[in-house]
């Protein structure tokens, strides 16, 4: 498999690390708040696991704006073969 090359940006890694900061985010903003900035500056790729969560994440109604940005962004780096 290539080398994924995609890294999350230092805005997104800033609002990550406030996320992870933040005592009224949930667990699964946290969880891909981490999973985002383990992305930034690094070559790391986001697991079978999280990507189903961020899908999961991204079709549900009930989660903010700002947990679904996080999502996104931790879909986006997923590194896709197909």
Do not use: E, F, H, R
Not at 5 to 16: C, G, I, L, Q, R
Not at 30 to 45: D, H, P, W
């Amino acid at each position: 498999m290539a080398a994924n090359t995609k890294k999350a940006s230092p805005k997104v890694a800033s609002k990550a690390a406030a996320t992870l900061k933040s005592p009224n985010a949930s667990t699964t903003a946290k969880s891909l708040a981490a999973s985002a900035l383990a992305q930034a500056g690094t070559g790391k790729q986001t697991g079978a696991a999280m990507d189903i969560k961020s899908s999961k994440v991204l079709q549900s109604t009930k989660y903010s704006d700002a947990t679904k940005s996080l999502a996104g962004t931790v879909l986006s780096k997923a590194n896709k073969t197909c």
